[in-house]
């Protein structure tokens, strides 16, 4: 959500920024808007200081057993004009709630102008590619060459876009989130929550999923729907509070299941497990102060990083585009992993500051001495499990069709250095 006060005071600024963002000028609609909500609260409160003022004249009326008639009379035609101006300034706020919900969130100025993925830029790498001495295989050949990767099975289930694992490569995703976890909560600071996989609309709402985005989600029933990422329901667990100061920074991690439609990804990436309709990924939120956002933002960046310097696996940061960020996104890096396999880096990581934007339409706020000021949230992947598995299959492959065990990895597996 926006605020208003900034689109009165910045309206071309604020056109630019939504440009950049892929949307058309809207400021002016804003404002227009605006204007003739705020013309009618003026009104509305000279209307009812002015019933009022008529009502005490009543009281002293009746009370000196005086004719009131008049004035009974003048009260029922100011009533009725208070309820006409109250109906009109729910049509107004209604009609600019509809707008500004569906407007994404300023990028920050560091942020670089772009449409898509091909504007991103290149904010740091770490490690070197491997070198192999044969052809590296993709995930999917060397998970089904070793029976531990079923996709047929899984369709007959439930479809396509979803994946059995088994025996070794099941341990191995269980590992990977327990080490994701250990470190997230033993070495970087974050607290470990288990959440609900069912939210409410208002929840995707506050985190910005709803409205615009409801073809990407799953619901269940009427009333819920699967979280596309737990990042719904951690940033949500401040939702609508009032925080005292000495309670920031807030920083939280969950492992869940991730379910997502992929609506607006028909025909890529089919086979294999990088795009699938279910997930699991370790979530990293963070609610802060507004003015630690941004090093809050690289903080988080680096814990995100830390899971790949410990798995000894290449990747890259990317710094986004405007055109490719998320809705809610103020700023957003991309760790890309490489895959050898593909021979190309793929996401595994998506770490944002939100700035205002959600709290706003959570309503999050914190006690400051003189005023409560709304918290700035943030999240990101750390990092999403399936790919994880897909990197280190590829990254450590081996010739004979075995895969190495990462050495952080091997304390799950009884020291254990291949998984067969």
């Known amino acids: 959500m926006h605020n208003i006060n900034y689109i009165r005071e910045n309206p071309i600024e604020f056109d630019n920024a939504m440009k950049v963002r892929g949307e058309n000028p809207i400021s002016t609609k804003i404002l227009e808007i605006d204007k003739v909500k ?20 009543i009281g002293k009326l009746k009370s000196n057993n005086e004719d009131a008639k008049e004035e009974m009379l003048k009260v029922d035609e100011i009533k009725n004009k208070i309820n006409t101006l109250k109906e009109l300034q729910q049509i107004k706020e209604n009609e600019l709630n509809s707008i500004l919900n569906r407007l994404p969130n300023i990028p920050h100025q560091t942020v670089p102008n772009g449409k898509d993925e091909n504007d991103n830029v290149l904010y740091r790498e770490w490690g070197s590619r491997p070198n192999f001495d044969f052809k590296p295989k993709m995930h999917y050949e060397i998970g089904e060459s070793l029976g531990l990767i079923n996709f047929e099975l899984a369709s007959k289930l439930s479809g396509s876009r979803f994946v059995v694992l088994k025996k070794q490569i099941s341990k191995l995703e269980r590992s990977i989130s327990n080490f994701m976890l250990d470190k997230h909560t033993e070495e970087n600071g974050y607290t470990e929550y288990s959440v609900p996989f069912l939210v409410k609309k208002d929840s995707l709402f506050g985190t910005g999923q709803l409205p615009k985005f409801d073809e990407d989600l799953f619901t269940a029933g009427e009333n819920h729907w699967l979280i596309p990422t737990a990042e719904v329901p951690l940033t949500n667990l401040v939702r609508e509070e009032i925080l005292n100061i000495n309670q920031l920074p807030i920083r939280a991690t969950s492992f ?81 992993v490489w895959l050898p396999g593909e021979n190309k880096y793929r996401e595994i990581s998506s770490c944002s500051n939100c700035t205002d934007f959600q709290a706003r339409r959570m309503n999050s706020r914190y006690k400051t001495e003189d005023k409560n000021t709304y918290v700035h949230t943030l999240n990101g992947s750390g990092l999403a499990v399936g790919r994880t598995l897909i990197a280190i299959l590829e990254n450590y492959q081996m010739e004979d069709g075995n895969v190495e065990i990462p050495e952080i990895l091997r304390k799950y597996f009884n020291n254990q250095k291949t998984l067969l």
């Not at 699938?276 to 090093?295: A, N």
Request: with cysteine; proline share 2%.
């Open 38 to 57: 705020r013309e009618t609260q003026t009104v509305l409160q000279t209307l009812l200081a002015e019933r009022n003022n008529i009502s005490k004249i």
């Open 256 to 336: 869940t299941p991730c379910f997502r439609s992929e609506a607006g990804a028909a025909g890529k990436d089919t086979r294999g497990m990088l795009r699938q309709h279910q997930f699991t990924k370790v979530e990293l939120v963070s609610i802060v102060e507004p003015q630690h956002s941004e090093e809050e933002l690289e903080r988080m960046l680096n814990c995100a990083e830390s899971i790949l310097k410990d798995l000894q696996i290449h990747y890259r940061v990317m710094t986004l585009c405007s055109g490719d960020m998320g809705f809610s996104a103020n700023k957003t890096y991309d760790i890309e």
